[in-house]
């Protein structure tokens, strides 16, 4: 298997040798408004293709099946003529950039997925069955991407609201170094669930230059992990009532206890500045 991931992952970097829809039909199978598409050995523009000829012929649920390392599954979803959202349900491993700038459809991962996980999504929402790679979230702007385990580094990196759009991410684990890294908005919560009693989130450098949004973190966080351009707040009701809303969504989506994990104390970042590198700019 990582041998067939790595010779067609040269192939897709470069995009040799890309089918047409007529050569790739016999991939596509569609009953309605579902459809499955067996993507072994197809590159991300084959793939997407047949999602875009699938939800063209009228298809609201499509199934990927043998994925293995394709990027960009899902960037290619604007359909602003058609009637309805499209629903993609992804098993075994997508690659890099799922759901870049997605617009309003949702992304269901059973199973783990790699870097850049909802990159400039705009609307829609991206359900993880797993965990993700590095820099999830980045440069998001709106929507919903739920992570049931941890992340890699630089999650939310970049994250901003856009014209009343406000950008939410929840991770049930744990996040690595730079996490909420340059936030200019939105809400980003980690849960720590996958932590032993006691134990700290692993991040350090957390909120470094942000100035905008407001990450919840559940469990233990020491000082010195978190940058100078954050401080730590207590929660008032509006933030319990954000909680109660996104924890919620977040329990239904993995089958847990929303409760169990909310009676437990959670502390408020939010940036002590908006414009934190003022200083060594001329305006």
């Not at 919840?216 to 100078?228: M, W």
């Amino acid at each position: 298997m990582a041998v067939s991931c790595a010779r067609y992952g040269l192939r897709e970097m470069f995009l040799g040798g890309v089918r047409s829809l007529d050569e790739l039909r016999s991939r596509l199978s569609i009953d309605g408004q579902g459809a499955e598409i067996d993507a072994r050995d197809l590159v991300h523009k084959e793939i997407n293709d047949l999602i875009r000829e699938a939800a063209l012929s009228g298809a609201r649920k499509i199934t990927l099946l043998n994925v293995c390392g394709q990027r960009y599954i899902g960037t290619r979803l604007f359909l602003p003529h058609q009637d309805g959202k499209i629903e993609i349900h992804v098993y075994s491993t997508p690659g890099n950039d799922l759901g870049a700038f997605l617009a309003g459809h949702r992304i269901v991962v059973h199973g783990n997925a790699q870097d850049g996980v909802g990159n400039t999504m705009d609307d829609g929402e991206i359900v993880v069955h797993g965990r993700a790679g590095d820099i999830v979230a980045m440069a998001m702007r709106g929507g919903k991407i739920f992570i049931r385990d941890s992340v890699g580094y630089r999650a939310a990196i970049h994250m901003k609201e856009y014209t009343g759009k406000v950008p939410v991410l929840v991770i049930g684990g744990t996040a690595q170094d730079f996490f909420g890294e340059y936030m200019a908005g939105g809400i980003v919560i980690l849960l720590g669930l996958n932590l032993k009693p006691g134990e700290r989130h692993h991040a350090h450098y957390v909120g470094t230059g942000m100035h905008g949004g407001v990450i919840y973190l559940r469990g233990e966080v020491a000082p010195h992990q978190l940058g100078k351009e954050v401080g730590v707040l207590e929660l008032d009701e509006n933030d319990r009532q954000v909680l109660h809303q996104y924890v919620g969504e977040f329990a239904r989506h993995f089958n847990l206890n929303a409760e169990s994990i909310l009676d437990d104390r959670f502390v408020k970042l939010k940036p002590v500045s908006k414009r934190p590198y003022g200083r060594i700019y001329a305006y």
